[in-house]
């Protein structure tokens, strides 16, 4: 805990360290430019004049900083990192009872139903644009109206003189959209470090995966797979899923409370685009035969499964289902092709690891606290901007 809060207490530093610099590169810009620029009829050179306006805004600037994003696997996660951070904070407002930001923030942006979605894919928008979008939203008010005490104020029901009239506390509540933002970064940030290391046991589980399978194949071979429940060294039983990332992975800090929940749809996400990036290959001889055979099998059964909501697990079932089929000859129009399916799980879970390296060398690349710290950087700005258009309003009408 001690070293929890020594790193957290460094991030903050980090980020404190971060807006000054931010502050003082606005501060050169507009006013020393600005001055500097009277000194002598030429001024500045041209190429070290700062036009605000050529600067780019902060969804720019994440296009133009994030090269990565330009690849589906990093674009799908980074965005995926932001619905959790929402269904995080969406969790936690539940948690204090807070229904009415909760329902604010779960309908943000034309959402619906984010709470008990589990899936990739629930925001209708980047996750950049989302961001951006809450940070430059205006406070909202609304009068809330709470119904309070018994319909009788405390009489008795059998009263005739007591009227059935319902009593009311109103209240006025305020959202701050940037404040909520603000969370949801540090949120973003959270499950960011979270991810790193849930991510690093995924190719641990495969190869628990495989034992299982043999032995599974022993059992069977040896007919007394009925007698025995316990399938593997890790005790679980058959048909038992629970996750690695649940049983010593959390090290001494606290986890986010939806982490398995996360760490499922992860792989979800990861076999998702591992099948898609597979199929997208070219085969040739048996390899082709499979291929055709899982193209067909996952548009037919487990694509539309992927790609909406539904229940844990759906990653695991799919490798289970299709690595206990036999191998088969199936119709190829008017011939038959032998189809492998275990070597086609295998093939899925390379692609699989190699999309899971490439996501954590991402989230270890610093691209999503630069993000964050522009976000916030352009939002001084603008305020800098709108500040001093007020000023110079209130001056213009106190000349008139």
């Known amino acids: 805990r001690r070293s929890n809060r020594l790193g957290q207490m460094r991030r903050n530093f980090a980020l404190l360290l971060r807006v000054a610099l931010c502050l003082l590169q606005l501060a050169w810009s507009s006013a020393f430019i600005g001055s500097f ?20 805004t902060s969804a720019a600037f ?79 008010e609304i009068e809330v109206q709470m119904r309070w005490g018994n319909r009788y104020g405390g009489g008795s029901k059998d009263n005739p003189y007591l009227k059935d009239t319902p009593r009311f506390n109103t209240y006025t509540e305020t959202i701050h959209p940037q404040k909520i933002c603000k969370g949801l970064m540090e949120i973003r940030e959270q499950l960011l470090s979270e991810w790193v290391n849930d991510l690093a046991i995924v190719q641990h589980e495969d190869h628990l995966f495989w034992i299982q399978v043999h032995e599974e194949e022993e059992l069977q071979r040896a007919e007394n797979i009925t007698s025995r429940k316990k399938t593997s060294e890790t005790g679980h039983e058959d048909g ?79 490798l289970n289902t299709l690595a206990r089929k036999p191998s088969m000859a199936v119709p190829d129009g008017e011939s038959l092709m032998l189809v492998e399916p275990r070597h086609v799980v295998e093939q899925i879970l390379q692609e699989r690891r190699d999309v899971i390296r490439s996501w954590i060398d991402w989230l270890n690349c610093g691209d999503v606290q630069d993000g964050h710290t522009e976000l916030q950087r352009d939002l001084i700005i603008r305020s800098v901007k709108e500040k001093k258009n007020e000023n110079q309003n209130k001056e213009n009408k106190e000349l008139r």
Not at 39 to 55: E, I, N, T
Not at 95 to 118: A, I, P, T, V, Y
Not at 273 to 297: F, H, M, P, Q
């Open 240 to 318: 038992d899923m629970t996750d690695l990332v649940l049983i010593g992975t959390r090290g001494d800090y606290e986890s986010s409370p939806l982490r398995g929940r996360n760490f499922d749809v992860l792989k979800r996400l990861s076999t998702y685009i591992a099948v898609k990036k597979l199929l997208g290959r070219k085969g040739d001889g048996n390899s082709e035969s499979n291929l055709k055979w899982l193209g067909k099998v996952w548009d037919e059964e487990y694509k539309q499964m992927f790609e909406t909501n539904s229940d844990r697990y759906v990653s695991e079932m799919f």
């Open 37 to 56: 620029a009277t000194f002598g009829k030429r001024g500045l050179p041209a190429r070290l004049r700062v036009d605000a306006s050529r600067r780019p």
């Open 62 to 140: 994440l296009r133009m900083l994030s090269g990565h994003l330009d690849d589906p696997a990093i674009r799908s996660l980074n965005d995926l990192l932001c619905q959790r951070a929402v269904q995080t904070q969406i969790y936690y407002f539940q948690e204090f009872k807070d229904d009415f930001k909760r329902q604010w923030l779960e309908g943000f942006g034309g959402h619906k139903g984010l709470s008990s979605f589990h899936s990739f894919g629930g925001l209708h928008m980047k996750a950049e644009v989302y961001l951006e979008k809450m940070l430059h939203s205006p406070p909202e």
